[in-house]
């Protein structure tokens, strides 16, 4: 069964230092990688997404996560956090076959001014 | 506005009284979806319509059902509700398995 993991379930930074949330998939074929972020008490926003192309993807805010292929993996990185970035953050995958992405359980970041 | 709007957007409820939570979409799309958010848990897909009449279950559909009598509206039933079902509720569509779109989410606690 297709499968998304996110192996940092809670995460706790001080400000300013770097981030690397890790995900991990288990699609076979082609796959569209996605990472979103849930602010206390609101829904979900995505932070950036990757089709194809550069593994190298640019999100909004600061974020950007690299696609390996090799490794299955598609880590979400920032390089210096900020009180703000406090959120639950999910990885997502989905596939040809499949119009509603696959969820991890997700990562609570919680940064400490 | 493209939207995916949920209602209501938190319920309270006693065990075994029906429920319905709407959700509506403006964008055509063929896709939606159902989440539970549960801590821990992350979202897991209860059911899944791939258009009009095509629903599916998800990884976790025990104690709901959904219809999709037509594209924009895919509901979320609950016939008898009970405490293990107190979540947040989310809705999504998309039009391709590319770009999905969430709703605000439902706030359900059952007592």
């Known amino acids: 069964a297709q499968s998304v993991s996110q192996h940092n379930h809670h995460v706790i930074l001080s400000e300013a230092a770097s981030l690397e949330l890790g995900c991990n998939y288990s699609?076979?074929?082609?796959?569209?990688l996605f990472w979103y972020v849930q602010y206390p008490g609101q829904h979900l926003q995505l932070l950036l997404k990757?089709?194809?192309?550069?593994?190298l993807v640019k999100g909004i805010k600061g974020f950007e996560a690299e696609f390996i292929k090799s490794k299955f993996s598609f880590n979400l990185r920032k390089p210096s956090v900020q009180w703000s970035d406090t959120a639950e953050y999910f990885c997502?995958?989905?596939?040809?076959?499949?119009?509603?992405?696959?969820f991890g359980r997700g990562t609570s970041l919680i940064v400490h001014p | 506005e493209a939207q995916v709007t949920q209602n209501p957007r938190y319920l309270i409820t006693v065990t075994g009284k029906k429920l319905t939570v709407t959700c509506s979409q403006n964008?055509?799309?063929?896709?939606m979806s159902w989440y539970r958010q549960d801590p821990g848990l992350g979202l897991r897909q209860i059911y899944y319509?791939?258009?009009?009449?095509?629903?599916d279950k998800g990884d976790v559909p025990e104690g709901y059902k959904v219809s999709r009598k037509e594209k924009r509206n895919f509901p979320l039933i609950l016939e008898s509700p009970s405490p293990n079902q107190t979540s947040l509720y989310f809705c999504?569509?998309?039009?391709?398995?590319?770009?999905?779109?969430f709703g605000q989410g439902t706030r359900l606690t059952v007592v």
């Open positions: 999504a569509s998309s039009r391709d398995n590319r770009l999905t779109f």
């Open positions: 699609y076979g074929g082609t796959v569209n």
């Open positions: 990757y089709f194809s192309g550069d593994p």
């Open positions: 997502a995958a989905s596939s040809g076959g499949s119009y509603i992405p696959t």
């Open positions: 964008m055509n799309h063929e896709y």
């Open positions: 319509s791939m258009n009009v009449e095509v629903t």
